[in-house]
Structure formats: structure tokens, C-alpha cells
């Protein structure tokens, strides 16, 4: 099964790995299933070849034979359900992990967006003192349930899963907020998934990418 997925040529985050095809390849490393990846410019994630198989004109993508996808998740529910590692065999504990998925995604990521948003596009207008607090508080928010579900557990429902790998994913979008300090059990939890070979594996995949890549005029070495 000859699998690629696409990721940033030139990633806005300089290698730090918040680009989503960090979660992707991580996916895959946990399961030791070889891939390639395509890299792309801006300009080639919103021409015609690349909607075909991204709707949005996104990364990541994935293909193999006679599948094509786009979404993190279902790529990440694809590969955990179709290989055993990702996901527990029992049907209740399978379906306890999934919500997990869903949870690091549909409730937990997109508070964390809104305010990465705010503070990109918003920081110079009217609104912003005001918004921000809220913003800040809606993460928190989150992160107090986290964090109290976590307690001082070593992943969220025994042992590692899709679940904990996308949490993990989404969590180090917070990587020098200072808000994650406030939170010693979701702070280990994050670095105990920063330190699986698997994760490791794939920090250096992409990050051989941001220094691979030439040089930009002006750029300091
Ligand atoms: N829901 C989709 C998924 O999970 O796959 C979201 C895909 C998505 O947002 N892709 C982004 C993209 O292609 C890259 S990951 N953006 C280009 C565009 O929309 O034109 C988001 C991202 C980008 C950069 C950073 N960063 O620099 O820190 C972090 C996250």
C-alpha cells in the first residue's frame, strides 16, 4: 500500500510542527506505515489538480490505492481503524476513543483557533482588548475539564490512542501561551506524547522540510 500525504512546502511555522500534517504523519508513524509526501506551494493547494482531492484546497491530504482523502481526522480515523494500534479491539473502549477524537477536535481545537485567530487578524482593531479575556477564558475553560477528566492519569481512557494523539496535536497549538504552565497534568501529558519515538519521528520528518527548503531573501541563517 503505497501511501502520500501533502504538507506545506514553505510551512508558516517554521518547522514547529502545527501545521496539521504533523498529526497525519505522526498517525503513521505509530503504525510503521511508510509514506511520501508531496510537498506544496500556496499557489498549487488552490489550483484545480490539488481541489480535486481537498475540496478547500488545504493540507493534508492523503491517497493510497483507490482512496483519496482530506480532513486530519477521517485520516487518522481511516488509518487507526484500518491498522491496530491506534484504537482499542473492545467495541466500548473503540467507541470511547473516537468521542476522544472528536472531542480534541470539534471541542477543544477550535476555541484554541478562535483566539490563534483573534490575536493574528484582530489585535489592531476596537474590539480586541474586550474580545481577548473572553477568548482566553473560553481555552481555559476547556482546559479546567481537561485537565480535571486527565487528573493524574497517563492518557485519557488507558492506553494511548487516536484520542490521545489528536488532544496532544491540539494542546501544543498552545506551545508558548504560558497558559499550559497553569496545568502540570495536561503539561506532562503533552511532553509524554512529545516523547514517543513515533512523535519524534515525525517532528524531524517535517522540520527536515522547513530546513531543507531555500532560503528566503533577507532571511536570517
Ligand atoms: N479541518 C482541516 C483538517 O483537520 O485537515 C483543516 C486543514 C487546515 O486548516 N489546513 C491548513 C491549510 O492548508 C494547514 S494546518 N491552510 C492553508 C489555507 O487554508 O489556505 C493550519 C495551520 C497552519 C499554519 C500554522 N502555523 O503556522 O503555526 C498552524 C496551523
Known amino acids: 500500500m503505497a501511501i502520500t500525504i501533502t504538507a506545506f512546502a514553505d510551512s ?14 505522526w498517525a503513521l508513524e ?44 477521517a485520516i487518522i480515523a481511516h488509518l487507526a481503524g484500518r491498522h491496530a494500534g491506534l484504537l482499542p479491539e473492545e467495541v466500548n473502549a473503540r467507541a470511547r476513543a473516537l468521542a476522544w477524537m472528536f472531542a480534541a477536535l470539534n471541542t ?36 479546567d475539564a481537561l485537565s480535571h477528566r486527565l487528573g493524574d492519569g497517563e492518557w485519557l481512557d ?14 501544543r497549538r498552545l506551545a508558548g501561551w504560558d497558559v499550559l504552565e497553569d496545568y502540570s497534568n495536561l503539561a506532562a501529558y503533552v511532553a509524554r506524547g512529545e516523547a514517543r519515538p513515533a512523535f519524534q519521528r515525525a ?19
Not at 508558516?12 to 504523519?25: C, F, L
Not at 490539488?50 to 481526522?73: K, M, V
Not at 517532528?203 to 536570517?220: C, D, I, M, T
Open 108 to 143: 477543544v481545537e477550535p476555541v484554541i483557533v478562535e483566539q490563534e485567530m483573534a490575536i493574528i487578524v484582530e489585535y489592531d482593531t476596537a474590539w480586541y482588548a474586550a474580545r481577548l479575556p473572553m477568548l482566553e477564558g473560553r481555552v481555559r475553560a476547556r482546559l
Open 203 to 221: 517532528f524531524a520528518a517535517q522540520l527536515a522540510v522547513f530546513r531543507n527548503r531555500p532560503a528566503l531573501s533577507g532571511e536570517p541563517q
Open 12 to 25: 508558516p511555522d517554521r518547522g514547529t510542527g502545527q501545521a496539521r500534517d504533523m498529526r497525519v504523519r
Open 158 to 171: 488507558g492506553a494511548f490512542s487516536a484520542g490521545d494523539l489528536l488532544m496532544v496535536s491540539v494542546l
Open 30 to 73: 505509530e503504525l510503521g506505515l511508510p509514506y511520501a509526501v508531496r510537498l506544496l506551494s500556496f499557489a498549487a493547494m488552490k489550483a484545480p489538480a490539488h481541489r480535486a482531492l481537498h475540496p478547500f484546497g488545504q493540507i493534508p491530504t492523503y491517497e493510497e490505492d483507490g482512496l483519496a482523502l482530506f480532513e486530519s481526522g
